[in-house]
């Protein structure tokens, strides 16, 4: 279609290239081949950040997408990021710079991943999470809807938060349920699993299954549901 499409210097589309209505690729922007544009997409934005917020302000990378990825209605993604093959940004999401989405993950309607943030391959991050900056989510891992990830147990109060900022590190295999509060800094271990509504307020052993306000051990993850038995 490429209706009212806007084209910042440097942005080469290759021919396969599917371009929706009302797009705008901020200059040096880098997309590779087969990929899916569609409406009111915004790629390559930089951000616009108060006086206090904690984000880095160096001169940014250009966006990256890679071949075969698909960035759906409405989204934004940040300058510096780099969005992997075969990867999917749902209507409405917004990603922001610095951040690395892997291969064939998928990111849902309405998530927001905010700056500095890790997201590895065929993660799915669903409808309506936050991924809060300085997050880490390695390989295979599952967020339900409505999952929210803090990274400030000092809430925007005090110079001494600065040296304790840090996002959730939820490790290969991981499977987090609906609704989930995860506090700052907390290690979700490899194929963990964490019950929907769970405070999640310390560090959880890996295959283990947690559940509760504040979250605790129930029991182990049965074998049949590890990724490696798939």
Not at 87 to 116: K, L
Not at 162 to 176: C, L, N, Q
């Amino acid at each position: 279609m490429r209706e009212n499409l806007v084209l910042g210097e440097g942005v080469d589309l290759p021919d396969d290239v599917e371009v929706g209505a009302n797009v705008i690729i901020h200059a040096g922007t880098k997309i590779g081949a087969g990929v899916v544009i569609q409406d009111n997409v915004v790629l390559g934005k930089v951000p616009r950040l108060s006086a206090r917020s904690t984000a880095k302000r160096a001169p940014l990378d250009p966006l990256v997408i890679g071949d075969g990825a698909a960035i759906c209605s409405g989204a934004i993604v940040y300058a510096g990021t780099t969005i992997g093959p075969k990867a999917i940004i749902g209507d409405q999401s917004s990603v922001r710079e610095r951040c690395t989405i892997g291969e064939g993950a998928v990111i849902g309607r309405g998530v927001c991943v905010e700056n500095d943030t890790l997201i590895g391959a065929f993660c799915k991050v669903q409808s309506n999470s936050y991924i809060t900056a300085y997050s880490e989510l390695e390989d295979h891992v599952f967020i339900a809807p409505c999952v929210a990830t803090t990274n400030d147990n000092f809430m925007g109060r005090t110079e001494e938060r600065h040296k304790h900022i840090k996002g959730a590190v939820i490790r290969r295999g991981a499977r987090v349920g609906g609704g989930v509060v995860i506090l700052p800094g907390v290690e979700i271990g490899e194929e963990a699993f964490i019950a929907a509504g769970a405070l999640v307020t310390k560090d959880v052993p890996p295959k283990k299954l947690v559940a509760g306000l504040p979250a605790k051990v129930w029991r182990d993850v049965p074998e049949e549901e590890l990724v490696d038995e798939q």
